[in-house]
T-cell receptor, first 114, second 111 residues
Framework: GAVVSQHPSRVICKSGTSVKIECRSL??????MFWYRQFPKKSLMLMAT?????????EQGVEKDKFLINHASLTLSTLTVTSAHPEDSSFYIC??????????FGPGTRLTVL | QKEVEQNSGPLSVPEGAIASLNCTYS??????FFWYRQYSGKSPELIMS????GDKEDGRFTAQLNKASQYVSLLIRDSQPSDSATYLC???????????FGKGTMLLVSP
């Protein structure tokens, strides 16, 4: 299958700081990327859909000013958690759509906000 | 509202047995169906995709789709302890780009 990378894999930061997470499709071009969040033992929750060169579409209840998404190229999307707080601590996972409909997930970024 | 239903489990099977995981979906317009495996603390991994009625086999995995019954299943033959994970069913329509995920079924394969 297609390969999607994420960086960093783990980050610990202080409350009030901003954290940027990168998602890259390594061997294919992804016109659409997705950002998910998953709390322990809970289901995946879609946060936003990102199309290359256009503004992201956020799911209901997700603050677009807090979770900034940029999809500047066909292989890179970034998620910036601004002014992070302990309640933002979670597992953030991106995915990229390849070809017809298949989505491939990155390995995830575990964010801990102290 | 599109819904994808899965039994949360856990489904417990002995090593070497066949594990059968089931999924139903509400949207009759759904065209694409996927099974993902998620190990604890890891991200989901795509293991099977199926688009037309019938069976699709890949190694020890067989996906089965019945659009009339709005039902998709995953069979795992010769189950191994390493198959122990949560299996997510995902569905989408051609017109939409987002997948609708079920909550997943936890599979436990005992040695």
């Amino acid at each position: 299958g297609a390969v999607v990378s994420q960086h960093p894999s783990r980050v610990i930061c202080k409350s009030g700081t901003s954290v940027k997470i990168e998602c890259r499709s390594l061997d294919f071009q992804a016109t659409t990327m997705f950002w998910y969040r998953q709390f322990p033992k809970k289901s995946l929750m879609l946060m936003a859909t990102s199309n290359e060169g256009s503004k992201a579409t956020y799911e209901q209840g997700v603050e677009k000013d807090k979770f900034l998404i940029n999809h500047a190229s066909l292989t890179l999307s970034t998620l910036t958690v601004t002014s992070a707080h302990p309640e933002d601590s979670s597992f953030y996972i991106c995915s990229a759509r390849a070809g017809y409909n298949e989505q491939f997930f990155g390995p995830g970024t575990r964010l801990t906000v102290l | 509202q599109k819904e994808v239903e899965q039994n949360s489990g856990p489904l417990s099977v002995p090593e070497g047995a066949i594990a059968s995981l089931n999924c139903t979906y509400s949207d009759r317009g759904s065209q694409s169906f996927f099974w993902y495996r998620q190990y604890s603390g890891k991200s989901p991994e795509l293991i099977m995709s199926i688009y037309s009625n019938g069976d699709k086999e890949d190694g020890r995995f067989t996906a089965q789709l019945n659009k009339a019954s709005q039902y998709v299943s995953l069979l795992i033959r010769d189950s191994q302890p390493s198959d122990s994970a949560t299996y997510l069913c995902a569905v989408n329509e051609i017109r939409y780009s987002t997948l609708t995920f079920g909550k997943g079924t936890m599979l436990l394969v005992s040695p």
